[in-house]
């Protein structure tokens, strides 16, 4: 085996290409990389390099360790190439760790910049162990499809002491047993051209405590799927080497490790998913237009493309969920509807009755009022959850009473009139959304459109003026849907 070049032959080598059959990197992250370079930016991808190819192509994220002194130029590139920052619950946890979010083109999605600017690894849950590896691995590198490595015995040094730390608790040691086929990969990857010499210089440089005899070892036995108990010994004997540089006491660990664990097995059972938010905060995306096919396959899209990274929630407010309160008038109206059929009518909300034939029975104004109540609810529910980080998207939003045109119905009953002041109550109680993606007709929708315009007491939104200060983006519908939705996530992106 050849042995690994050091740092200055490293740059005059020339960068190798990926071969035909390994994934094309995407253009966001390309365009990054060459940004750092021209920042001067010293980093290097540190971790998990046997599928390089895979994580530039977008398929996984990039863990990009930074010098501390280059941070600064570091988060300037990736502002300026459109990232933005994002936390978790995890990451609150684990100073000197960030996340970015980038968005790409329509063949992938949202690209994830791992950043450290400290290494913290080991436990599952907690990341315990704050071992210096930054200058090892910063200080010996080398250029690969593009982007700066670690030298191979470097990384085989840290592909070592994560092996081993993992070892040391029964959580992670039955987590790692379902990683085993990719660990034995990356070591077969790993050992193919890295000579032990070049490790035993490092580790007699950075971490003395570890002696030659016991890196063997370790070395050997992760590259074996038996002898479990072994690497347990071993993994025990790492830790304390190496116990000086331990963020957390074992009872501590021991605590919050279960209590990670607890919520992990929590949100499992109520089908929760825990996701990354934006530091910038969440918000509500609004998909209005005439067309309700077009506009719920947009609103599906933007979903799912958000919550591959994101905390995203999607709602109808044109069909609002029961909740507790309501759930008794509605079972009661239904009943009313099976004993008395034709009192009851939904012709005044769907705008399909003559202005001079408005006849409200109380059944009409009451589920009005339910309906009314129930959206409120919903809506306000998606105001905290945006305020709190989450992104809504909503498919359909519905006009404060002022921008509703046309004739309103005026009952001589005083009981009547005081349902429908109620109502408007609840109605202008709604918060306006953040963002607004107007769907024009097109051909498809003109039709509808022409509809809508006769029977203005229709619940779609057409003056957007009613929410002043809401941004609009309008899109137009006579494209194919995959333009649409490429152009309304670049343009939501930007707005988010």
Not at 358 to 377: C, G, I, S
Not at 441 to 466: I, L, Y
């Amino acid at each position: 085996m050849e042995p690994m070049t050091n740092a200055t032959e490293t740059t005059e080598t020339p960068v190798r290409m990926p071969s035909a059959a390994a994934p094309a990197p995407l253009k966001k992250i390309t365009l990054l990389l060459r940004s750092l370079d021209r920042a001067g930016v010293r980093y290097c991808h540190w971790k998990s390099n046997y599928g390089i190819r895979q994580a530039l192509a977008g398929k996984g994220d990039l863990d990009l360790l930074v010098e501390k002194e280059d941070f600064p130029a570091f988060v300037t590139a990736l502002l300026q190439q459109g990232f933005k920052q994002a936390e978790s619950a995890t990451s609150r946890r684990q100073p000197g760790v960030f996340h970015f979010l980038g968005n790409d083109d329509a063949k992938h999605g949202i690209v994830n910049v791992h950043a450290y600017a400290r290494i913290l690894t080991g436990d599952h849950f907690l990341k315990t162990w704050a071992i210096p590896l930054e200058r090892m691995l910063l200080t010996d590198t080398r250029w690969e499809y593009g982007i700066c490595l670690p030298s191979k015995a470097a990384e085989l040094v840290v592909f070592v002491f994560r092996s081993m730390i993992k070892h040391t608790t029964l959580l992670d040691i039955y987590l790692g047993q379902h990683s085993r086929k990719a660990v034995m990969e990356e070591y077969r990857w790993l050992v193919s051209d890295s000579h032990l010499e070049d490790c035993y210089r490092k580790l007699a440089v950075y971490f003395p405590m570890i002696s030659r005899s016991d890196f063997r070892t370790a070395l050997k036995l992760t590259g074996t799927d038996t002898a479990l108990l072994k690497r347990v010994r071993m993994g025990l004997r790492f830790q304390r080497a190496l116990s000086r540089y331990r963020r957390y006491g074992r009872l501590r660990q021991m605590v919050w490790t279960a209590t990670a664990l607890g919520n992990m097995v929590l949100a499992k059972a109520l089908r929760s998913r825990k996701a990354m938010t934006l530091r910038g905060g969440g918000a509500i995306i609004a998909v209005v237009g005439p067309h309700p096919a077009t506009r719920a396959a947009l609103a599906d899209r933007i979903h799912r493309w958000l919550g591959r990274q994101l905390a995203v929630g999607a709602i109808h407010p044109g069909e609002p969920p029961s909740t507790w309160f309501s759930c008794l008038p509605r079972a009661c109206m239904a009943a009313i509807r099976r004993l008395a059929p034709g009192r009851f009518t939904r012709r005044v909300d769907r705008g399909t009755t003559p202005r001079d034939e408005f006849r409200l029975t109380y059944l009409d104004l009451v589920r009005q009022l339910v309906v009314a109540y129930e959206r409120a609810v919903l809506l306000r529910r998606a105001y905290r959850d945006s305020r709190n980080g989450q992104i809504i998207v909503c498919d359909h939003y519905p006009q404060p009473p002022e921008a509703v045109d046309g004739a309103v119905p005026r009952p001589n009953s005083f009981l009547k009139r005081g349902l429908l002041r109620w109502k408007a109550r609840l109605d202008r109680s709604v918060c306006p959304p953040d963002l607004i993606l107007q769907l024009g007709a097109g051909a498809e929708g003109e039709a509808e459109s022409n509809h809508v315009q006769k029977n203005p007491s229709h619940d779609t939104m057409r003056d957007h003026r009613a929410f002043s200060g809401c941004p609009v983006i309008s899109l137009s519908n006579d494209g194919e849907l995959e333009e649409i939705v490429l152009e309304a996530r670049q343009l939501i992106w930007e707005h988010l």
